[in-house]
């Protein structure tokens, strides 16, 4: 094959799960006739719709999104292991993250490069699982929001301010009980404030504004700070020369120019650590609501979910 023809090559992509928006704003994106640059390379041509089994919001929402990407040409197949033989990446995008260990498995034991959508997981323990999975099968794979790539938070995560010492982030948080609580939502917000503050928290402390809305403060090394508020997307970051607004949603399209290039080439944008620790944050802020907004470390609930995890596989 030339290398002019393996430009053109078209990426066969597939996806798991079918009780999510994002399947038909995705598949609209990548599968516009005119669609540019590394999204044109992409096309989604098959789903699996199964993905949870008993949360009924995403239960009751598979039928329509079924009938949409049938209409959109997509072909839709009874198994997992019937989409990997018509595909060459996976979108896994049930919005429940509970059954995404297992439903990645066999991707990655394929050696299909696959994007997760949020939530990674439904606990920390089977993120850590899904990252030593994709270690185990040489497939490097991510997971973000799409409010990581907003163009505001990417230009203060690039250095617009400097390094950043304080930041402050919002989103909603709608909660689903079968989760910790921002896992299910909140994750936008604070995937924001990961973007622009980067790996380093070291203890977090759960509470409620005046509003009563759930806010989560964190300490950071270096004597940074940085904190999320349950609230619209927005936020703000200060940093050594200056405070810029992050935290906006610019919608999915740079999400899926990340997606696709990860799909071309395998470089991710999100490495395993950072995203772990996300998930810890997010733990941790839990444990602090159930310890009466005690402080609670990281580093304690990464200790308890590795524990967890190699219990799993033993």
């Given at each position: 094959m030339s290398a002019q023809d393996e430009t053109a090559k078209i990426i066969r992509v597939g996806i798991i799960g079918l009780d999510t928006s994002h399947v038909s704003a995705f598949t609209k994106a990548l599968n516009n006739p005119d669609a540019t640059g590394d999204l044109a390379a992409c096309q989604v041509v098959a789903a699996f719709p199964e993905g949870s089994r008993d949360i009924e919001s995403s239960l009751s929402r598979v039928p329509k999104y079924t009938?949409?990407?049938?209409?959109?040409?997509?072909?839709?197949?009874?198994?997992?292991?019937?989409?990997?033989?018509?595909?060459?990446?996976?979108?896994?995008?049930?919005?429940?993250?509970?059954?995404?260990?297992?439903?990645?498995?066999?991707?990655?034991?394929?050696?299909?490069?696959?994007?997760?959508?949020?939530?990674?997981?439904?606990?920390?323990?089977?993120?850590?699982?899904?990252?030593?999975?994709?270690?185990?099968y040489g497939v490097p794979l991510f997971s973000s929001s799409s409010l990581r790539f907003g163009s505001d938070t990417e230009a203060v995560r690039s250095g617009s301010i400097g390094r950043v010492t304080h930041a402050e982030t919002s989103s909603p948080a709608k909660t689903e009980v079968t989760h910790p609580d921002l896992f299910w939502y909140g994750i936008h917000g604070v995937e924001s404030l990961f973007t622009v503050m980067g790996t380093g928290c070291i203890s977090v402390k759960r509470s409620l504004d005046s509003d009563g809305n759930i806010r989560v403060d964190g300490k950071w090394s270096g004597d940074r700070t940085g904190a999320f508020i349950e609230g619209k997307f927005s936020g703000t970051a200060t940093g050594e020369t200056?405070?810029?607004?992050?935290?906006?949603?610019?919608?999915?399209?740079p999400l899926l120019a990340q997606i696709a290039h990860y799909f071309k080439t395998g470089e991710i944008p999100v490495e395993p650590a950072e995203t772990l620790e996300i998930y810890a944050f997010m733990e941790a802020a839990d444990e602090s609501k159930r310890l009466g907004g005690a402080e609670v470390t990281l580093a304690s609930m990464m200790k308890k979910a590795k524990e967890k995890a190699k219990r799993e596989v033993e």
């Open positions: 009938e949409e990407m049938k209409n959109m040409g997509v072909e839709i197949v009874p198994s997992i292991d019937e989409l990997l033989t018509r595909v060459d990446a996976v979108l896994l995008e049930t919005n429940d993250g509970r059954p995404h260990l297992e439903q990645v498995l066999p991707v990655l034991k394929a050696g299909k490069r696959v994007f997760i959508d949020k939530p990674i997981a439904g606990s920390l323990s089977d993120a850590i699982l899904i990252f030593e999975a994709a270690e185990k200056g405070t810029a607004s992050i935290g906006d949603h610019d919608g999915y399209e």
